[in-house]
């Protein structure tokens, strides 16, 4: 009789205790997208100057079933841990404009906590598109513009004194609204801006975005986390891997042929604008 009772016991501990693990492994099964799609957005990230909510957004509702909401803030913590990661590769390089870092970053980070408090009133399906288009396009003028470049021209680092104030502050305003409004760190944007507009060179352009993404991702967090837009377990998980990745990405961003960066960061933006037009028309 006892060992009967005992042997049922048992089996019941036994059945609980692998419901429990089985449990467990299940979630770490929908965690583990979330781990992957981290890694991958940080290395893009330093290695393109930018925060990464353009890819996790969508990928975070593609591949791991997170809430659209969700998926649209909880990327902005990670993208300030990557991007503080990815700066402290640019900064040894002595790659930053400190005049254009401050001035962008004083117009712009206002401009980001009005869009981010708008975002919660405005279809943002339009604008995404229009962003999208607008991003590629300007990856198709680039690339154009860089295989029509001699690959013997040197690039010049861009001085203080050489940047126009109210152009930079015109577009720091206009592309920190934009940031607010889809929750990422303008980090593509900025480095486009410099590039086109500026005539940095794309290293000094890159180190510059990287700064901005990170400054930028602290109001519009701080922002959508009040307005309950943020899953602290997912940006937990990004953070996890995105913070090394994004190390390794600038790294590699700092190493690598001029010539050859350009053409890389022009493609993908082309790439990022057809994957988000695709993902905003057909996505769920």
Request: charged share 10%.
């Amino acid at each position: 009789m006892w060992l009967a009772y005992i042997c049922s016991t048992c089996n019941f501990i036994f059945k609980r205790t692998n419901h429990h693990i089985l449990e467990f492994l299940l979630q770490q099964t929908q965690y583990l997208p979330v781990l992957i799609i981290g890694l991958i957005v940080g290395y893009l990230s330093g290695l393109l100057g930018k925060g990464g909510s353009a890819i996790s957004t969508p990928a975070l509702q593609i591949f791991a079933g997170v809430n659209p909401f969700f998926a649209l803030a909880s990327p902005l913590p990670a993208s300030i841990t990557s991007t503080l990661s990815a700066t402290a590769v640019y900064r040894k390089e002595k790659l930053f404009n400190a005049r254009v870092i401050l001035l962008s970053a004083g117009m712009a980070v206002p401009a980001t906590i009005a869009g981010s408090w708008c975002s919660s009133y405005l279809p943002g399906k339009t604008l995404m598109i229009l962003t999208a288009v607008f991003i590629m396009g300007i990856g198709i003028s680039l690339l154009y513009s860089f295989l029509k470049k001699k690959n013997t021209e040197e690039d010049t680092v861009v001085a203080a004194e050489d940047v126009p104030a109210v152009k930079l502050l015109g577009a720091a305003m206009g592309i920190g609204l934009l940031a607010g409004l889809l929750a990422n760190a303008g980090g593509i944007l900025f480095s486009t801006f410099f590039i086109k507009k500026l005539k940095m060179p794309i290293k000094q352009a890159l180190a510059c975005a990287v700064v901005l993404s990170a400054i930028l991702s602290v109001p519009g967090a701080l922002t959508h986390w009040w307005l309950g837009h943020i899953d602290w377990n997912i940006a937990l998980l990004l953070s996890l891997t995105a913070f090394p990745a994004s190390y390794l990405g600038a790294k590699t961003a700092v190493k690598m042929k001029t010539p050859a960066l350009e053409k890389l960061f022009a493609i993908t933006l082309i790439i990022f604008g057809v994957y988000d037009i695709f993902f905003t028309i057909f996505g769920k």
